[in-house]
């Protein structure tokens, strides 16, 4: 599906070669190649790609690898800056997208570096125009705001190219986590399967059952059949460096499990971790709308990577007057996969996430 809306800048991976506007290029139908709209990349080649459109720009890089009669070609999708004030995956994928040789490659990569590029500039988690997320908004809407015209973009013209999705996240600004992925439980089993033994291949310990359906990966696991994983690494808006290059072995350890990239033996030598598999998690939900204050047992339980037990206090709500609203604890044995460290926080919002071990 063409949209008129939009254009392409490209030019061949070349520190010297010149930009190019495409907004009306046209290519023979039988030209191989990655197609999106009017854009091809040849086999053997590496594109850098900036579309502009509704006043949006998405930097992605493209390679078409040259293809190997022996295996099946696959097209595998990475995304990072759905959340734009996640830093490591953003890092992580720059890194990959130049580290990648296309003649070394089987099938395609198509890369988007940062696909909230406004929330980056902006440093917020949303898209500063409308406050959409773009992580629990899909499918979007082709006329509505900003954001639902991203969720759009990809729901119709990402998507149903893709054969895997993997989506980059990690902390925001006021949020601390324990590394971890998420595969979509609900969906389709073959999905499921392909999804989850795409998990073991990682180099991340934890690995949770998702009933999500409306974010990017998750939607298009559920209702499109396209398999994928979301990764976290990372907290507290911070870029460490330990966490960019673990991100870059998680996506080698998926391109080698995928039979589509085996260059870079420096990230993949070792192999993955042992994984904990989790199948139920646990958000708790404020209650109140105040300052937070979370208790030293979690924020030493996701220090150390041990269990909280059931009954555990888990922290307490005042107002701006220092009066007590509630106290909050685990209504099961678990370990800590996300809280919220900063002070401010509304009814509703998410303080803690956990999952229930069997």
């Given at each position: 599906?063409?949209?008129?809306?939009?254009?392409?800048?490209?030019?061949?991976?070349?520190?010297?070669?010149?930009?190019?506007?495409?907004?009306?290029?046209?290519?023979?139908?039988?030209?191989?190649?990655?197609?999106?709209?009017?854009?091809?990349?040849?086999?053997?080649?590496?594109?850098l790609?900036?579309?502009?459109?509704?006043?949006?720009?998405?930097?992605?890089?493209?390679?078409?690898?040259?293809?190997?009669?022996?295996?099946?070609?696959?097209?595998?999708?990475i995304?990072?800056?759905?959340?734009?004030?996640?830093?490591?995956?953003?890092?992580?994928?720059?890194?990959?997208?130049?580290?990648?040789?296309?003649?070394?490659?089987?099938?395609?990569?198509?890369?988007?570096?940062?696909?909230?590029?406004?929330?980056?500039?902006?440093?917020?988690?949303?898209?500063?125009?409308?406050?959409?997320?773009?992580?629990?908004?899909?499918?979007?809407?082709?006329d509505?705001?900003?954001?639902?015209?991203?969720?759009?973009?990809?729901?119709?013209?990402?998507?149903?190219?893709?054969?895997?999705?993997?989506?980059?996240?990690?902390?925001?600004?006021?949020?601390?986590?324990?590394?971890?992925?998420?595969?979509?439980?609900?969906a389709?089993?073959?999905?499921?399967?392909?999804?989850?033994n795409?998990?073991?291949?990682?180099?991340?310990?934890?690995?949770?059952?998702?009933?999500?359906?409306?974010?990017?990966?998750?939607?298009?696991?559920?209702?499109?059949?396209?398999?994928?994983?979301l990764?976290?690494?990372?907290?507290?808006?911070?870029?460490?460096?330990?966490?960019?290059?673990?991100?870059?072995?998680?996506?080698?350890?998926?391109?080698?499990?995928?039979?589509?990239?085996?260059d870079?033996?420096?990230?993949?030598?070792?192999?993955?971790?042992?994984?904990?598999?989790?199948?139920?998690?646990?958000?708790?939900?404020?209650?109140?709308?105040?300052?937070?204050?979370p208790?030293?047992?979690?924020?030493?339980?996701?220090?150390?990577?041990?269990?909280?037990?059931?009954?555990?206090?888990?922290?307490?709500?005042?107002?701006?007057?220092?009066?007590?609203?509630?106290?909050?604890?685990?209504?099961?044995?678990?370990?800590?996969?996300?809280?919220?460290?900063?002070?401010?926080?509304?009814?509703?919002?998410?303080?803690?996430?956990?999952?229930?071990?069997?």
């Amino acid at each position: 599906m063409s949209d008129k809306n939009y254009y392409i800048e490209a030019h061949d991976f070349n520190p010297n070669a010149k930009i190019i506007s495409r907004p009306d290029i046209k290519f023979d139908e039988a030209e191989a190649g990655i197609k999106l709209h009017e854009l091809h990349v040849k086999p053997g080649t590496k594109q850098l790609v900036n579309f502009k459109f509704n006043g949006l720009e998405i930097p992605a890089t493209f390679i078409h690898g040259l293809h190997d009669d022996n295996k099946l070609e696959k097209t595998f999708v990475i995304t990072a800056g759905v959340h734009p004030d996640e830093y490591p995956g953003i890092a992580a994928l720059v890194r990959t997208a130049n580290k990648i040789n296309p003649e070394k490659l089987n099938g395609h990569l198509l890369l988007f570096h940062c696909v909230n590029l406004p929330g980056f500039w902006a440093r917020s988690r949303f898209v500063p125009e409308d406050g959409f997320n773009l992580n629990s908004g899909y499918p979007g809407r082709p006329d509505g705001t900003l954001g639902e015209r991203i969720a759009d973009f990809f729901v119709k013209n990402i998507f149903p190219q893709a054969d895997f999705i993997l989506d980059l996240h990690s902390g925001s600004p006021t949020e601390r986590l324990t590394t971890c992925l998420f595969y979509p439980e609900d969906a389709r089993k073959d999905i499921r399967d392909i999804s989850f033994n795409a998990a073991m291949a990682t180099d991340i310990p934890w690995v949770l059952a998702s009933h999500a359906k409306d974010g990017e990966y998750s939607y298009a696991a559920n209702y499109m059949n396209v398999p994928g994983l979301l990764l976290e690494r990372g907290y507290a808006g911070q870029c460490r460096e330990e966490w960019i290059r673990a991100f870059e072995r998680d996506i080698a350890l998926l391109l080698k499990h995928f039979n589509m990239y085996d260059d870079l033996p420096e990230l993949t030598n070792i192999p993955p971790c042992r994984k904990n598999i989790c199948e139920q998690t646990f958000y708790l939900a404020s209650k109140h709308t105040g300052l937070w204050y979370p208790d030293e047992n979690i924020v030493n339980s996701i220090m150390e990577g041990r269990l909280i037990r059931k009954g555990s206090r888990l922290g307490h709500i005042e107002n701006f007057y220092g009066e007590f609203l509630g106290d909050y604890y685990a209504e099961a044995d678990g370990i800590i996969f996300y809280y919220t460290s900063g002070l401010a926080i509304r009814e509703g919002e998410m303080l803690v996430a956990y999952g229930l071990l069997n």
